[in-house]
C-alpha cells in the first residue's frame, strides 16, 4: 500500500546503526550495492541513495523495490513513500492525497517523526496533518482518530531537505548487510535445517559458499536436487554473490567408512565433512565452517558427540540452530521457502548404523576409524565440482568478489 504518485522507497536499517560513523558509512555503502543488485536482478529500474541512517531507493515501481528491500539483509524495515518538501504546506497536501486513496472509513492516525533543522517539530506534523486527513474525508467517512491503534496509519518521516509520506512499513530480515563479514562454508545437506543456518549466517553479513557431499549410494539424485534447488531460494537474498554448490563426491570414502567402522561410523563421517569443508575454506578464503546441527537431534549431534568431532578441522564450526527447536526451525523454513514436506531415507539415515554411539571420547572416534580418512576428506574436496543453481530471477548480476568483504566490527 502506498500513497499516490510514491516514487521512493525509503530503507531503514538496525544494527548497522550502533557502528562508529566510519563503520556506519562503509556498512550503508554496501547495503547501497547489495539493494542495487537486488534491482538489477529483478529488472527493477531504479537508483539507491545513501543519505546518513536511511536509504532510499527511487523507482517508479515501488511494490517491486519494496518487496526487494524486504529480501535484503540488514534492511529492518521498507516504505513505499512520495517525498515532499520538507514544509507543512507540502506534508498537509501529500496526507490528504493519501487519505483520499486509501482511506475508507474508521479510525485513522497520523505517525510523525522528525530529524534536522526546521520550524516546527513532529508534534505540528501530527496535529496539521491529521486535520488535513481528516478534511480531505469529512465529506465521505465519520472519521475518528485514534493514536494507539488505528485501522490506518498514515506516517510522515521529515528529514533535514526533504519528507517521506507513507502508509506501509515492510519488515525485512535485519542482521547486517551481505559482505559485511568474511565468508564461510555452508555445509548444505537436502535437509531442513542447513539452508536456515546457511541463512542465518547471511543475514548477519556473511557470505557463505555452500558445500555439498555427494553421498553415493547412501544420497542419490534427489537429495542432491534438493540440496541444490534450496541453495536457489537462498540465492534469491544474494543475488551478488556467487552462490554455486561445491558438490564434493564422497561416495566412495563413505563406502569404505562403512566397511571399516560400524558404532562410531556416523561422527567418522562428521570428521571427514569438516576436513573436506576445511580445504574448501582454504581455496575460497572461508574462515569457518557453519552447519545446520542442533543439541540432541541426533545422535551424532550430542553434546558428547559434537566434542568427539572436534579437532577434524582447526576451522571453528558455527552452529546457529544450536539450541533451536525442530518446531522452529520448520516454522522459519516454510518462511524462507526452503522447507520441504517430502522426507528422503536418504544421507545420512541411510548411513546410520542400527545402534549408533550416543558419547563416545575423541580417541575413540579415531582410533576406529581408517588412517586415512581425513586425507581422503582432503582428496574428495580436491576433485569437487560445483553445480549451478536458480535463484528464479530472470537475469543474475555478477559475482561478488568474497576478498571484498571486510571485517567491520572495529567497535
Ligand atoms: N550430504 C551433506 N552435504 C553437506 N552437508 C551435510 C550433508 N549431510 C549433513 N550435512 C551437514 O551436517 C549437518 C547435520 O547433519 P544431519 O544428519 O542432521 O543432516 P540432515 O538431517 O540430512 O540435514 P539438515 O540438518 O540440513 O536437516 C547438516 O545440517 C549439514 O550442515
Not at 480531505?136 to 510522515?156: I, N, Y
Request: proline content about 6%; glycine content about 8%; aromatic content about 6%.
Amino acid at each position: 500500500m502506498h500513497p499516490p504518485d510514491a516514487d521512493a522507497v525509503l530503507v531503514r536499517h538496525g544494527d548497522v546503526g550502533i557502528k562508529s560513523d566510519a563503520v556506519q558509512a562503509r556498512m550503508e555503502a554496501r547495503l547501497a550495492e547489495n539493494l542495487e543488485a537486488q534491482l538489477d536482478a529483478r529488472d527493477i529500474a531504479g537508483s539507491v541513495e545513501t543519505e546518513y541512517g536511511r536509504l532510499v531507493i527511487h523507482t517508479d515501481d515501488v511494490a517491486a523495490a519494496t518487496d526487494a528491500a524486504a529480501e535484503t539483509f540488514g534492511v529492518v524495515s521498507a516504505s513505499p513513500a512520495t517525498v515532499v518538501e520538507p514544509s507543512l504546506d507540502a506534508i498537509r497536501s501529500a496526507l490528504a492525497d493519501a487519505a483520499r486513496e486509501h482511506y475508507h472509513g474508521g479510525t485513522f492516525g497520523v505517525d510523525a517523526r522528525r530529524a534536522g533543522r526546521h520550524d516546527f517539530d513532529s508534534r505540528d506534523v501530527g496535529r496539521e496533518g491529521g486535520q488535513a486527513v481528516w478534511e480531505a474525508v469529512e465529506d465521505a467517512f465519520d472519521p475518528e482518530v485514534d493514536l494507539d491503534d488505528p485501522d490506518v496509519t498514515f506516517s510522515v518521516e521529515v528529514r533535514e531537505t526533504r519528507a517521506f509520506v507513507f502508509l506501509e512499513k515492510r519488515a525485512g530480515p535485519g542482521g547486517m548487510p551481505l559482505g559485511t563479514q568474511r565468508p564461510l562454508v555452508a555445509l548444505v545437506s537436502g535437509g531442513i535445517d542447513s539452508p536456515v543456518a546457511a541463512w542465518l549466517a547471511m543475514k548477519r553479513g556473511a557470505p557463505v559458499v555452500p558445500v555439498y557431499l555427494e553421498l553415493g549410494p547412501y544420497g542419490g539424485p534427489d537429495h542432491e536436487a534438493r540440496a541444490v534447488e534450496t541453495v536457489g531460494r537462498l540465492a534469491r537474498w544474494a543475488p551478488n554473490v556467487d552462490l554455486d554448490v561445491h558438490r564434493i563426491p564422497a561416495g566412495d570414502a563413505l563406502e569404505r567408512l562403512a566397511d571399516a567402522v560400524t558404532n562410531t561410523r556416523m561422527l567418522s563421517f562428521r570428521r571427514f565433512m569438516y576436513r573436506a569443508a576445511e580445504r574448501v575454506a582454504a581455496d575460497v578464503g572461508a574462515v569457518s565452517i557453519v552447519t545446520g546441527e542442533a543439541i540432541g537431534q541426533k545422535s551424532s549431534q550430542t553434546t558428547a558427540n559434537m566434542a568427539a568431532v572436534a579437532g577434524a578441522t582447526d576451522l571453528p564450526v558455527h552452529r546457529p540452530l544450536l539450541a533451536w527447536d525442530k518446531q522452529e526451525v520448520v516454522a522459519k523454513a516454510r518462511d524462507l521457502g526452503t522447507y520441504t514436506d517430502a522426507t528422503m531415507d536418504v544421507g545420512c539415515d541411510r548411513l546410520a548404523p542400527d545402534q549408533p554411539a550416543t558419547a563416545v571420547s575423541r580417541e575413540r572416534v579415531v582410533a576406529a576409524e581408517p588412517d586415512a580418512l581425513l586425507e581422503w576428506a582432503e582428496d574428495a574436496a580436491d576433485a569437487r565440482e560445483t553445480v549451478p543453481v536458480d535463484p528464479g530471477f530472470d537475469g543474475r548480476a555478477s559475482e561478488d568478489d568474497a576478498d571484498d568483504a571486510e571485517v567491520s566490527n572495529a567497535r
